[in-house]
């Protein structure tokens, strides 16, 4: 079953599917585009063609769970209301 499951995925990917399964994340393929890099051993430029890249999303629920938060307690104005803090006692 797990094997049926990730041939799918592989398919769909490769039509450029965008893929999302509720409550665990998204795959989908992203362009990247040509860049200039280095080789770290001699320093020299290297041409880097542009490619086609999969990427998995985790839902924020997910990533939460895997940092031991509970994302449901979370206000989504916490951080700002916090750092809005700081700015008035500054």
Known sequence: ??????????KALERE???EI???GTFKVVERAPRIGRN???GAEVKIAGRKAPIFKPLK??????NGENAEDKDPGDR???LWQEEKAA
């Open 40 to 42: 770290p051993r001699t």
């Open 22 to 24: 509720r409550g665990f």
């Open 61 to 66: 629920e997910l990533r939460a769970r895997v």
């Open 80 to 82: 700002k209301d916090a």
């Open 1 to 10: 079953m797990v094997n049926g499951f990730i041939e799918s995925v592989v």
């Open 17 to 19: 599917d965008h893929i």
